[in-house]
């Protein structure tokens, strides 16, 4: 037996933390992968039965949540089942006849053909399998109409190019949809789909439904409803995309950003720098990085994991037909000039270059031949940064978009460029000799944030000359110098008619404050991804058992995701101004509200590897994000309790929908979502059970029988069981979590003894006020 000690940089306190497929090799052998590591389970990792193993400091308090802490959290009041009208995301108005009912039954009705709006129809039949028929019949059909739809957002009466209005007249069996676009019938078609949606129908189409008559209003709140998914770090098959794009659509989201490169890995083919995808899309391993570049994120010596992967052109333009069927705007993101470090050894390994017999070995360089980089980057490379200063770099640059519009062009013509800008390591261009031959206008050499604002002004140029928007992480367009550190670049240095930041730092972050507010009232388009409520690769719940990151938070729930608001970027209002602006209320006040143009929901996927790790992590807080981004809450306009109290009772309506509707409609999809662990308590030997979406089972594990049983309220509980949740569908389960009655009831008996302990200190001190008095009583009536 060989022991090896292992030293590692950072925290190591969930087991995810710790990666699969270990290796050993040596210059005589292939490598071979420690056995024991060797799959997705991780169970070479101890169990962390200590605070010290998931604490990162003494003063950390997150804890795992135990099943009483659980129950106190998803307790609920009276819980409503019925939920065919709670539509994910919630509509505008809903007005429902409950007196007039109709029989629907997707076998009997049809849909009206309606030339404008052919794609749509087509989507919705297919989905429903229902019949599409050129005459009206004169009853049971489902009617559509173009025209403009009036709502009623922010107390004004409007109109919206994405509203539209649904009326279903029972006593004469028939629906009429109004709508003034394609995406707003689409969007129509998916409330329908939602009411229409049984339990009982998830293995059968045909099954009929009694509908009341019913109106609906809707519009969405912002135009800009995203999801980023990193296939950099590690790889989505373009299947698994295809997958995650057709439940967005279910709930109505628009935008899908794809991260297609970054240190890890470059993900698409781009014609004519084929090394891109022949080095950069490959981990493997080799030292030299000649074939493959090193292996990371435990995707182990062979290029047969995820770690490996690209899409094809023809991959890539099937995402862009599937996504356009379903109105959602594909952004492709190359992260530049940091986190290019798949790039960078694809172009510059020696084996690629020497390929290149047709061209200039250095047409596409990126990097300075002569530095000699000092540098590291927040994830510890030293090599990851292209050079801003080269005339080749450029050359790639237009390169890659050139290609990627031909992708497009004949699709989803492409109007946005996503070119990353964030996290550039300090000094990463001190040593460039090319560099050093740029000079300010005073003679001196430009400094790190002077070459940023250099690279942004030529790609941004490039773009403005193919009639393109351009998007950046928001420290990618942060001034440092003297007079303007921590501010936005001045907007008018860049021609583009729109550009998009996304804010994702912590809101109330001290070193850069106001973010959010100072981009859109300087006029840059800005998206709100704030990794505290929308990082989707940090865990659930503060447990080491649970996947994820966490540097920006412990956890996002479902519920913390749901809370999410704009006026969250508020929240840094107690921080100072920075002395540079002289109108402080472009920090205080949001003066261009127009310019905050929706949220998105980020999934970063270092410790993700597999398409179910996948939908694990987004599933069911994407929900929630579809929920923000179209649909403004009652709770937002109040303060104080009333506003907490309206949060809670519009959460639990949002809950139980999910229970009840929504995961019996993602399991029809065969989506894996997370399934909760249960809540449990104790009290007098007696056990009560809930779980944080209503309507899922919950089961503890008989050792009488071996078996998993269902719980029953009220059931005797007098020794520590396992419990876990079931899925809707019956066939996945939550993670495993232990009832201690013992210690229930422990914390019954200690909350009941500091009630008792309060009420005899209450009684005390009125014991000594009324003496008090008395005295005062007693005095006074003897001097009188």
Same mark, same amino acid.
């Given at each position: ?22 290796? $050993? ?74 007196? $007039? ?8 009705? $049809? %849909? ?37 739809v009036i709502v009623d957002m922010d107390e004004v009466s409007k109109e919206n190019k994405d509203g539209y209005s649904i009326e279903a007249f029972s ?73 995650? %794009? ?8 628009? *935008? ?93 390994? *020696? ?52 290609? $990627? ?9 492409? *109007? ?369």
């Amino acid at each position: 037996m060989v022991t090896c000690r292992f030293k590692g940089q950072a925290f190591q306190i969930t087991r995810s933390d710790s990666m699969p497929r270990w290796y $050993v090799t040596s210059s005589l052998s292939m490598p071979k992968i420690i056995a024991n590591t060797d799959d997705e389970s991780l169970n070479y990792v101890k169990d962390f039965t200590d605070k010290r193993q998931y604490q990162r400091r003494i003063d950390d308090k997150s804890h795992p949540l135990t099943p009483q802490q659980r129950f106190q959290m998803f307790k609920m009041d009276k819980k409503e089942t019925n939920t065919r009208f709670k539509i994910i995301p919630t509509p505008l108005s809903v007005q429902v006849k409950e007196k $007039v009912e109709m029989e629907f039954n997707t076998k009997q009705w $049809v %849909i009206i053909k309606s030339d404008p709006f052919l794609q749509e129809i087509k989507h919705f039949s297919d989905e429903l399998s229902m019949k599409i028929v050129k005459s009206k019949p004169m009853r049971k059909y489902i009617e559509i109409r173009e025209g403009p739809v009036i709502v009623d957002m922010d107390e004004v009466s409007k109109e919206n190019k994405d509203g539209y209005s649904i009326e279903a007249f029972s006593s004469r069996e028939y629906i009429i949809v109004t709508a003034a676009t394609n995406e707003a019938l689409f969007y129509a078609f998916q409330t329908l789909s939602s009411i229409f949606f049984t339990p009982e129908a998830r293995t059968s189409v045909g099954i009929p439904i009694m509908l009341p008559e019913f109106t609906i209003k809707d519009a969405p709140r912002f135009s800009y409803r995203g999801l980023h998914i990193d296939v950099s770090r590690n790889f989505i098959k373009v299947e698994e995309i295809l997958k995650i %794009i057709n439940i967005m659509s279910m709930y109505k989201m628009n *935008k899908l950003h794809l991260h297609l490169s970054d240190d890890e890995g470059w993900r698409l083919e781009i014609p004519g720098i084929p090394e891109l995808t022949q080095v950069g899309s490959s981990r493997c391993h080799d030292l030299k990085e000649e074939q493959c570049i090193l292996p990371m994120l435990g995707s182990g010596p062979y290029s047969n994991t995820s770690g490996s992967g690209y899409f094809s052109v023809g991959d890539y333009r099937e995402i862009l037909l599937n996504a356009k069927e379903r109105h959602i705007e594909v952004i492709p993101e190359f992260d530049m000039p940091g986190h290019s470090r798949a790039a960078i050894k694809s172009i510059h390994s *020696k084996s690629q270059r020497s390929i290149r017999k047709d061209m200039k070995a250095n047409l596409y360089s990126i990097i300075d031949s002569e530095d000699v980089p000092k540098f590291k980057s927040g994830q510890h490379f030293t090599d990851d940064v292209m050079n801003p200063c080269m005339d080749s770099t450029y050359d790639f640059v237009k390169k890659i978009i050139m290609e $990627v519009k031909k992708m497009h062009q004949d699709i989803q013509p492409l *109007k946005f460029y996503h070119f990353g800008g964030d996290e550039v390591a300090q000094g990463a261009w001190d040593g460039s000799p090319e560099c050093r031959k740029l000079k300010k206008p005073t003679g001196e050499n430009m400094g790190q944030y002077d070459l940023m604002k250099y690279f942004i002004n030529n790609l941004t140029r490039i773009a403005l000359e193919e009639s393109m928007s351009v998007g950046a992480w928001e420290d990618g367009m942060i001034s440092h110098d003297i007079e303007n550190v921590g501010l936005p670049f001045p907007r008018d240095a860049f021609k583009n008619k729109d550009i998009y930041v996304y804010v994702w730092k912590r809101p109330s972050e001290s070193r850069t404050p106001h973010r959010a507010k100072l981009f859109a009232n300087k006029g840059y388009k800005v998206i709100l991804a704030y990794g505290t409520y929308l990082y989707f690769d940090h865990p659930y719940e503060p447990d080491p058992e649970e996947r994820g990151l966490y540097w920006a938070t412990r956890k996002i729930s479902t519920r913390d995701a749901w809370g999410f608001t704009p006026s969250i970027m508020f929240n840094d209002n107690h921080l100072e101004c920075p002395e540079q602006i002289t109108n402080k209320k472009e920090c205080y006040e949001l003066i261009k509200p127009e310019n905050i143009m929706g949220i998105q929901a980020e999934l970063w996927t270092e410790t993700v590897r597999t398409d179910e790790q996948a939908e694990f992590m987004l599933f069911p807080r994407l929900l929630s994000v579809a929920e923000r981004g179209w649909h403004k809450s009652s709770f937002e306009d109040l303060k104080g309790n009333a506003a907490e109290k309206m949060k809670g009772k519009e959460w639990q309506a949002f809950s139980e929908c999910i229970g009840y509707h929504e995961l019996p409609r993602l399991d029809r999809k065969d989506v894996r979502y997370r399934v909760p662990p249960p809540g449990a308590i104790v009290i007098s030997g007696k056990a009560s059970f809930n779980t944080e979406f209503p309507g899922l089972d919950v089961e503890y594990f008989s050792t009488d029988t071996n078996t998993w049983k269902l719980v029953s309220h009220g059931m005797l509980v007098e020794y520590p069981i396992r419990l876990r949740t079931r899925s809707t569908d019956g066939k996945r389960y939550s993670r495993e979590v232990w009832l201690n009655p013992a210690l229930a009831n422990r914390a019954v008996s200690f909350l009941y003894s500091a009630y008792n302990a309060h009420t005899l200190i209450y009684n005390a001190i009125s014991l000594l006020i009324y003496l008090y008095l008395i005295n005062i009583v007693i005095k006074s009536q003897v001097k009188t």
